[in-house]
């Protein structure tokens, strides 16, 4: 059995590490199948009488305040906001593994300048990178999101397999393929890599976490996923507005944030103490 | 030590100045220029434009501008706000206290609160207390500060009408009322903010301390400790709990910037007249000189936060070795 299969077997065992797996895999269902079920998260059936309508058998999750189906948009929006979340996390742990395997394994100068461009990305909170970037530009089709997002998260992660990386550099079997003449390329891909797959692998579980809270928070501040497409954050904007009327419509959507950012962490955690048992 | 001290500080001032790089790198990612947003709220003549982007130096070359920039950070000439139309640095100073007591009242919070449950937790390893109050706090981390105050608000301050919801003091108060009438009533407004932010951002704090207290319960000396029949409760907070109180110190830097960015959206929801809200406002109004601001003075604090953490932590901890 491979390390990481043996990890990732590990954390089903752990109690916070299934629940976390369970629950995820569930928000994960409703996310893609919800929306095939439920009404049209835009539309409007009846503009006056089914405003801001509470939780009933027809609207479990009530209506917001242009009379829509709460429930539906918390479901799509939850698409929006995995699919975001994913991609990005997926694009910033590449950058951050090819960035920590060539550092750490290259050493010399280009560790040197790379990881002082991390330390100095990692000064400034990611919010305020991505404000910097977002206050001037026009309005972010999703997939630029994702682009930005992705791209403002690999720092952390960079560091974290450099440091696996040196550490690994002094193992027998990399000296021992070094020996051999294997090329820098099959040391790094056939040797190094994997073996940084655990922690890779944690950083991943917790980054979409942080992700999800993150573009949770740009879309409220107006700046993320643009209406009228439904996401968590925007959502809660939203109801903002009418939080004394539809205080439901804001309710959910934050739930929702709540259980799915928990159940990653909640498994990032259990995942973290199978990789690497000394830190329990 | 005093070598280390300097070139402690030399890599802090170095990392600052990278991060002002790419902070303007990063600002001039975005296609088209800082102002073309602007139109879109309201439509301009291209004299105006051209009025506005001589005043902003934006027909300057790039290199110049960046010459401005740089200059500008180092004489606290950050430039004028377009919403506001005063200089940053104005509005920033104005909107400091406000932030200063929102944010000490949120560290004193999280931190009383967060050694004392870490410790609670550590010496009740692996009970129901133990797991239940770690699924909380990661729940807390795992809960959006924005929504937490808005539910907040809500519930205790429109529902129950408890607490007030919105600014830093009553307007209906005069101003020359007594000074302890003031002080009740900042203090009113401040609790819902200061508790979201502090709920918010307590997970860290609790697993530092529990996990920095299960490392001395390990240690002989608390074997001795109980061996000579001391009662429970010295043992833990008179022996153990003064030497696992170094490793949380190194918290404060880690724990800054999830402070800076709490703070952006709770000030922001409590209307609290402070840097956090002026943040929030300058991003969504396409303020960018206000927007630069906000991000320098962030970034600042945090390299200054981890410098201070370090030299702290190697004038306490004698076992630190300056290399």
Redesign the interface.
Same mark, same amino acid.
């Given at each position: 059995m491979s390390p990481l299969r043996h990890a990732l077997a590990r954390a089903w065992r752990d109690p916070r590490g299934r629940a976390g797996a369970l629950i995820l895999a569930a928000v994960t269902l409703g996310a893609m199948i919800g929306p095939h079920l439920l009404p049209d998260p835009l539309a409007q059936p009846c503009v006056l009488t089914c405003r801001d309508l509470g939780p009933s058998l027809e609207h479990p999750f009530g209506t917001d305040d242009l009379s829509r189906d709460v429930l539906a948009r918390v479901a799509t929006g939850g698409r929006i906001s995995l699919g975001v979340a994913l991609l990005a996390v997926a694009l910033s742990v590449t950058l951050g593994a090819v960035t920590g395997l060539v550092a750490g394994y290259l050493g010399g100068a280009v560790d040197t300048m790379l990881m002082?461009?991390v330390? !100095? %990305?990692l %000064?400034?909170?990611? &919010?305020?990178?991505l &404000? $910097?970037?977002? %206050?001037?530009?026009?309005q972010v089709p999703v997939l630029v999101l994702v682009l930005l997002i992705g791209a403002t998260g690999w720092f952390g992660t960079g560091r974290l397999v450099r440091g696996e990386v040196l550490r690994l550099r002094e193992e027998a079997y990399v000296r021992a393929a070094e020996a051999l003449g294997a090329s820098r390329r099959r040391i790094i891909f056939r040797h190094l890599l994997p073996n940084t797959a655990g922690p890779l692998l944690v950083a991943a579980t917790l980054g979409v976490?942080d992700v999800i809270?993150l573009e !949770?928070?740009l879309s409220?501040?107006?700046?993320g996923v643009q209406p009228p497409t439904p996401s968590w954050?925007g959502m /809660?904007l939203d %109801?903002?507005a009418v939080? @004394?009327a539809a +205080?439901w419509a804001? /309710?959910f +959507?934050?739930l929702a944030?709540?259980i799915? @950012? $928990?159940a990653a962490?909640?498994f990032g955690?259990a995942l973290r103490d199978a990789v690497d048992p000394r830190g329990a | 030590m005093t070598r280390w001290l300097v070139r402690r500080t030399v890599q802090a001032a170095v990392t600052f100045a990278i991060a002002v790089v790419l902070m303007f790198v990063l600002m001039r990612l975005a296609p088209g220029d800082p102002l073309s947003r602007l139109q879109e709220s309201r439509p301009m003549s291209p004299q105006e434009m051209a009025h506005l982007r001589a005043l902003y130096q934006l027909d300057q070359p790039i290199h110049r501008q960046f010459a401005k920039f740089v200059r500008g950070v180092f004489t606290a000439d950050l430039g004028t706000s377009i919403e506001h139309g005063l200089p940053v640095t104005t509005l920033i100073a104005s909107r400091l206290p406000a932030t200063l007591l929102l944010g000490g009242a949120a560290i004193l919070l999280n931190f009383t609160l967060g050694l004392w449950l870490g410790v609670r937790q550590a010496v009740r390893r692996g009970s129901h207390v133990d797991r239940a109050l770690t699924v909380l706090s990661l729940a807390g981390y795992a809960t959006p500060s924005f929504w937490l105050g808005l539910v907040l608000a809500w519930l205790v301050g429109i529902r129950l009408g408890w607490l007030p919801v919105a600014g830093m003091r009553d307007p209906l108060l005069p101003p020359d009322a007594p000074w302890p009438a003031r002080m009740v009533d900042v203090a009113a407004h401040l609790v819902l903010p200061a508790l979201t932010l502090s709920i918010v951002t307590i997970a860290g704090t609790m697993r530092y301390q529990r996990n920095a207290l299960l490392e001395v319960l390990r240690l002989p000396f608390i074997g001795t400790a109980r061996a000579k029949g001391l009662p429970e409760r010295a043992v833990v907070w008179r022996h153990a709990w003064r030497n696992a109180l170094f490793p949380v110190i190194t918290l404060f830097g880690l724990w800054l910037p999830l402070l800076v960015t709490g703070s952006v959206f709770v000030e922001m929801v409590f209307a609290w007249p402070g840097l956090g809200s002026l943040a929030a406002s300058a991003a969504s109004s396409r303020d960018y000189p206000l927007v630069m601001g906000a991000a320098l003075l962030a970034a600042g604090l945090v390299v200054t936060a981890s410098l201070l953490t370090d030299l702290a932590y190697a004038l306490l901890d004698p076992r630190v070795r300056y290399s």
């Open positions: 002082r461009l330390d !100095a %990305a %000064a400034i909170p990611r &919010l305020f990178l &404000l $910097l970037v977002l %206050a001037v530009w026009e976490g809270l !949770a928070g409220f501040l107006g700046l954050g /809660i %109801a903002k939080l @004394v +205080p804001g /309710i +959507p934050g944030i709540v799915t @950012v $928990l962490n909640l955690d | -």
